[in-house]
């Protein structure tokens, strides 16, 4: 099936459309909670979560943008429902000495795979790793973060400003290991 014959099947409530949906967006999805929920069950329960909601709203997608963006958006707004539930992102965090590297290790970014890069994102605190993806990866903006999050935008400046700054402590200590 090509991809407007899925969505078509989709929204008729065709199982086997639906099981090629899962089929074909699952990995790259749980790749997507992964990065905001850093539990593999949790994980998990919010791919099935997210696929319920595609196959419920499937009907509202227009077809303007790509249909994988539009699900992935769903995915996002699953996982931040998980945070906010969860209450994550009220907690403040206290790293000591988190005053910017001067003059991080890019020599070791370079020779990263994307794999070991992602666990150190993974391995951040939760509302830190929500705000780094959405802002880093995903692309918004420190005021549609505090929007999506129920923040303050100068809460979601400074918790990436953190992330960050623990991120750079975790690559300059992986890069004192090598």
């Not at 303007?64 to 009220?90: H, M, P, Q, T």
């Not at 802002?135 to 973060?145: P, V």
């Not at 990436?160 to 090598?178: C, F, N, S, V, W």
Request: with cysteine.
């Amino acid at each position: 099936m090509n991809e407007q014959q899925l969505i078509e099947g989709c929204r008729k409530g065709n199982r086997l459309a639906q099981k090629e949906l899962y089929e074909t967006y699952s990995r790259k999805m749980m790749g997507v909670c992964l990065r905001y929920i850093n539990d593999r069950e949790t994980a998990r329960d919010l791919l099935q979560d997210g696929f319920v909601k595609i196959y419920s709203s499937i009907g509202s997608y227009t077809g303007n943008g790509s249909f994988e963006g539009w699900i992935r958006k769903i995915f996002v707004n699953c996982a931040l429902e998980y945070l906010r539930k969860s209450d994550v992102l009220r907690e403040a965090v206290d790293l000591d000495n988190t005053a910017e590297l001067a003059n991080p290790h890019s020599s070791v970014v370079s020779v990263m795979s994307a794999n070991e890069l992602l666990t150190l994102i993974g391995e951040l605190p939760a509302g830190f790793r929500a705000v780094f993806n959405l802002f880093a990866i995903e692309g918004f903006s420190h005021k549609e973060i505090g929007e999506l999050l129920n923040i303050t935008e100068s809460t979601s400046r400074s918790q990436y400003t953190r992330a960050k700054q623990l991120l750079q402590r975790k690559i300059h200590t992986l890069y004192d290991e090598r």
